[in-house]
C-alpha cells in the first residue's frame, strides 16, 4: 500500500478530527476550458457529460470499459459529450485525477481521437504524452506561484503535437457557432429555440438537430452549461451560491446547485465549501466574462 504522504491524498489525523489536505487541489479557469487538479480520490457520482473531456490518472489507478465490456487500465481517457459518465465507462473511485474540460466547438477533441487509442465509439485511451502531460500537471498543482496563463501554455505545449495544433479534423457549421456564441452573448436572455432558428434562417427542428450533432447536447442543456461554468467562475472569485446564481441567470442557489451536480457529478458545496479546500488560477480572459453581469471592472 501506498503511504498517503506520496499519493497527496487526503486523510485524517490519529483523533479523526477534519481532513488533513498534503497538497491543495486547483481549478484552473480561461474563457472557454477549465482544468481540474485534484489531490484525493475523485468523487463524481454518475452523470452525463456536456463537454468533451480528456481526464489524467495523477495517482493510482483508473479503468476504461473496452469493448465487450473488458476493463483497459489505463493513465488517460478521452469523452465526448452527452456520454452517461460512471463506473461502467470509466472508473476513477481508486485514482487522483486531472480533468481537462475542452474548449467547445474546438479542434482538441478530434485532433486527440485521432492521437489515441478507441476503447468504445467516441471513447479514447492512451495519450501519446500522456507521461510529459501528467508530470507537468502535477508540477503545476503543486507549484505556489504558478499563474493561469503559464499554467495553460504548459498544458497546451503537451496536450497537442506542434505538427497538429492548426489542424481541421472537424467541420463546423457557421450556423451553429453563431448560434453558441448567440448563447454565451446573452446569458440571461430566454431567447426562445424558433428566435434563434430565425438568426441564422433556419427552422427550429433543424437548428435543434444540427446543434446536437456538432455540440453533442441540446441547445437547452449547452445554454445551462454555459450558465455553470460562468457560476463556477463567480464562486472561484469567491461569490457566494446565491449571488453566483443570480449572475448567471438562474432562478436561486438550489437550481445552481442541481444543475451544477447534473453537469460535474457533484455538487458545487462539494467543490468549493468542503474539505480539502481547492486553490483556483483565475485567467483575465475569464474575468472578462463575469465583469459585464457584475456591472464594474474586475481587477486581475
Known amino acids: 500500500m501506498v503511504p498517503a504522504a506520496m499519493t ?15 497538497r491543495t487541489p486547483k481549478l484552473c479557469l480561461w474563457n472557454r476550458e477549465v482544468v481540474f487538479l485534484g489531490t484525493g480520490y475523485a468523487r463524481q457520482q454518475p452523470h452525463r457529460t456536456t463537454q468533451e473531456r480528456l481526464t489524467l490518472c495523477l495517482n493510482g489507478t483508473f479503468t476504461v470499459r473496452g469493448r465487450n465490456s473488458q476493463p483497459i487500465q489505463t493513465r488517460s481517457c478521452l469523452t465526448p459529450s452527452g456520454v452517461w459518465l460512471d ?17 467547445p466547438l474546438s479542434q482538441d477533441y478530434a485532433v486527440l481521437g485521432s492521437l489515441m487509442r478507441e476503447a468504445t465509439p467516441g471513447v479514447f485511451y492512451e495519450h501519446p504524452d500522456e507521461d510529459a502531460l501528467i508530470r507537468e500537471a502535477l508540477r503545476i498543482r503543486n507549484a505556489p506561484d504558478v499563474s493561469a496563463p503559464a499554467a495553460r501554455q504548459r498544458l497546451r505545449n503537451l496536450l497537442l503535437p506542434r505538427s497538429l495544433r492548426n489542424a481541421v479534423l472537424q467541420d463546423f457549421d457557421p450556423r451553429i457557432v453563431r448560434t453558441a456564441q448567440r448563447i454565451r452573448e446573452s446569458l440571461r436572455t430566454p431567447w426562445s429555440l424558433d428566435e434563434m432558428a430565425q438568426g441564422v434562417h433556419l427552422s427550429g427542428s433543424r437548428l435543434e438537430k444540427l446543434f446536437k450533432q456538432q455540440v453533442g447536447l441540446p441547445i437547452t442543456q449547452y445554454r445551462v452549461r454555459y450558465r455553470v461554468f460562468i457560476g463556477t467562475i463567480l464562486m472561484a472569485l469567491g461569490h457566494s451560491m446565491t449571488d453566483a446564481a443570480m449572475y448567471a441567470g438562474f432562478s436561486n442557489s438550489a437550481h445552481l446547485s442541481r444543475c451544477y451536480r447534473s453537469i460535474n457529478g457533484l455538487t458545487p458545496s462539494a467543490m468549493f465549501l468542503q474539505p480539502p479546500f481547492l486553490r483556483p488560477l483565475i485567467d483575465e480572459s475569464a474575468f472578462e466574462l463575469v465583469a459585464p453581469l457584475l456591472g464594474r471592472q474586475v481587477a486581475v
Open 8 to 22: 497527496g491524498l487526503s486523510m485524517t489525523d490519529n483523533k479523526n478530527r477534519a481532513p488533513i489536505c498534503l
Open 87 to 103: 463506473h461502467t465507462v470509466l472508473d476513477t473511485r481508486q485514482a487522483v485525477v486531472a480533468i481537462f474540460f475542452l474548449p
